[in-house]
Protein backbone atom coordinates (compact mmCIF):
# COMPACT_ATOMS: atom_id res chain seq x y z
CA UNK A 1 0.00 0.00 0.00
CA UNK A 2 1.91 3.74 -0.65
CA UNK A 3 2.40 5.92 1.98
CA UNK A 4 -0.21 8.70 0.24
CA UNK A 5 -2.86 6.11 0.22
CA UNK A 6 -2.21 5.27 3.71
CA UNK A 7 -2.29 8.66 5.03
CA UNK A 8 -5.43 9.14 3.10
CA UNK A 9 -6.91 6.01 4.99
CA UNK A 10 -5.64 7.81 8.89
CA UNK A 11 -7.13 11.06 8.05
CA UNK A 12 -10.53 9.67 6.50
CA UNK A 13 -10.98 7.70 10.22
CA UNK A 14 -11.01 10.85 11.82
CA UNK A 15 -13.23 12.93 9.35
CA UNK A 16 -10.52 16.15 9.37
CA UNK A 17 -12.09 19.19 7.65
CA UNK A 18 -8.73 19.87 6.03
CA UNK A 19 -4.98 19.54 6.33
CA UNK A 20 -2.61 22.28 7.50
CA UNK A 21 0.80 21.85 6.56
CA UNK A 22 3.81 23.51 8.82
CA UNK A 23 6.76 25.52 6.66
CA UNK A 24 9.36 26.48 7.69
CA UNK A 25 10.33 30.50 8.18
CA UNK A 26 8.89 33.43 9.79
CA UNK A 27 5.09 35.51 9.25
CA UNK A 28 6.12 38.94 8.78
CA UNK A 29 3.35 41.35 9.51
CA UNK A 30 3.52 41.90 5.74
CA UNK A 31 2.52 38.58 5.06
CA UNK A 32 -0.38 37.53 3.10
CA UNK A 33 -2.57 34.08 4.46
CA UNK A 34 -1.58 32.42 1.30
CA UNK A 35 2.02 32.81 0.49
CA UNK A 36 4.82 30.82 2.27
CA UNK A 37 6.10 32.11 5.73
CA UNK A 38 9.86 33.68 4.90
CA UNK A 39 13.14 33.20 6.11
CA UNK A 40 14.34 35.82 8.97
CA UNK A 41 17.62 35.26 10.82
CA UNK A 42 16.02 36.60 14.03
CA UNK A 43 13.88 33.63 14.10
CA UNK A 44 16.04 31.05 12.75
CA UNK A 45 13.61 28.32 14.23
CA UNK A 46 10.03 29.57 12.92
CA UNK A 47 6.96 27.50 11.89
CA UNK A 48 4.12 28.68 10.03
CA UNK A 49 1.29 26.86 9.25
CA UNK A 50 -1.01 27.05 5.97
CA UNK A 51 -4.09 28.89 6.24
CA UNK A 52 -7.04 27.82 7.37
CA UNK A 53 -10.59 29.86 7.05
CA UNK A 54 -12.70 31.43 9.24
CA UNK A 55 -15.43 33.94 10.12
CA UNK A 56 -16.77 36.49 12.70
CA UNK A 57 -17.17 34.76 16.24
CA UNK A 58 -15.09 31.82 15.46
CA UNK A 59 -12.89 30.12 18.32
CA UNK A 60 -9.76 28.67 17.38
CA UNK A 61 -7.17 26.61 19.61
CA UNK A 62 -4.83 23.74 19.39
CA UNK A 63 -4.59 22.38 22.38
CA UNK A 64 -1.51 20.59 22.43
CA UNK A 65 -0.01 24.10 22.63
CA UNK A 66 -2.16 25.25 26.08
CA UNK A 67 -0.10 27.49 27.39
CA UNK A 68 0.16 31.22 26.78
CA UNK A 69 3.59 32.12 25.29
CA UNK A 70 4.55 34.92 22.98
CA UNK A 71 6.25 32.29 21.09
CA UNK A 72 3.29 31.65 19.91
CA UNK A 73 0.83 33.30 17.95
CA UNK A 74 -2.29 32.56 15.91
CA UNK A 75 -2.27 35.09 12.99
CA UNK A 76 -5.20 36.55 11.12
CA UNK A 77 -6.09 38.11 7.58
CA UNK A 78 -8.64 39.65 6.44
CA UNK A 79 -10.49 38.12 3.25
CA UNK A 80 -8.44 40.18 0.52
CA UNK A 81 -5.13 38.41 2.03
CA UNK A 82 -3.58 40.96 4.49
CA UNK A 83 -2.83 40.63 8.08
CA UNK A 84 -5.11 42.14 10.41
CA UNK A 85 -3.77 44.65 13.03
CA UNK A 86 -4.39 41.71 15.94
CA UNK A 87 -1.72 39.52 16.62
CA UNK A 88 -2.50 37.10 19.22
CA UNK A 89 0.10 35.04 21.73
CA UNK A 90 -1.07 31.66 23.27
CA UNK A 91 -2.46 28.93 21.47
CA UNK A 92 -6.45 29.85 21.86
CA UNK A 93 -8.50 32.93 20.45
CA UNK A 94 -11.70 34.60 19.76
CA UNK A 95 -12.20 36.04 16.01
CA UNK A 96 -13.45 39.33 17.05
CA UNK A 97 -13.12 41.46 13.56
CA UNK A 98 -15.17 42.08 10.88
CA UNK A 99 -13.71 40.75 7.53
CA UNK A 100 -11.33 38.18 8.76
CA UNK A 101 -11.40 35.23 7.28
CA UNK A 102 -8.67 33.04 7.54
CA UNK A 103 -6.05 32.31 10.56
CA UNK A 104 -2.66 30.63 10.49
CA UNK A 105 -0.64 28.54 13.49
CA UNK A 106 2.86 30.51 14.14
CA UNK A 107 5.65 29.39 16.27
CA UNK A 108 8.66 31.98 16.41
CA UNK A 109 10.87 30.01 18.37
CA UNK A 110 10.66 26.13 18.89
CA UNK A 111 8.60 25.91 22.52
CA UNK A 112 10.71 24.11 25.16
CA UNK A 113 9.02 20.74 26.12
CA UNK A 114 6.31 20.86 23.51
CA UNK A 115 6.01 18.49 20.61
CA UNK A 116 5.22 19.30 16.80
CA UNK A 117 1.14 19.93 17.48
CA UNK A 118 -1.23 17.46 15.67
CA UNK A 119 -4.63 19.27 15.27
CA UNK A 120 -5.89 22.84 15.14
CA UNK A 121 -9.59 23.11 15.94
CA UNK A 122 -11.97 25.81 14.70
CA UNK A 123 -15.24 26.32 16.94
CA UNK A 124 -17.24 27.97 14.33
CA UNK A 125 -20.22 30.98 15.55
CA UNK A 126 -23.33 28.05 14.82
CA UNK A 127 -21.77 25.34 16.94
CA UNK A 128 -20.10 23.13 14.09
CA UNK A 129 -16.55 22.31 14.34
CA UNK A 130 -13.52 21.69 11.88
CA UNK A 131 -10.58 20.08 13.07
CA UNK A 132 -7.73 20.20 11.11
CA UNK A 133 -4.37 17.40 11.22
CA UNK A 134 -1.15 19.04 10.99
CA UNK A 135 1.68 17.72 9.30
CA UNK A 136 5.36 19.01 9.07
CA UNK A 137 6.88 19.14 6.03
CA UNK A 138 9.99 21.47 6.68
Given amino acids: MSLLRRR ?6 KGY ?3 LYI ?20 YPD ?9 ALG ?3 SCDELT ?3 DKVRIRQYYTYGNMTSNRYGGAKITIKEQGVGYIRLMVIY ?15 ADGTV ?6 DRR
Fill in 130 to 135: DTYKII
Fill in 17 to 19: AGI
Fill in 46 to 54: AWATTYAPV
Fill in 23 to 42: DAGFLDTGSVYNKPPTYNSS
Fill in 8 to 13: EMMESK
Fill in 67 to 69: AYS
Fill in 110 to 124: EVSGQQIPKELTVTH
Fill in 58 to 60: DIV
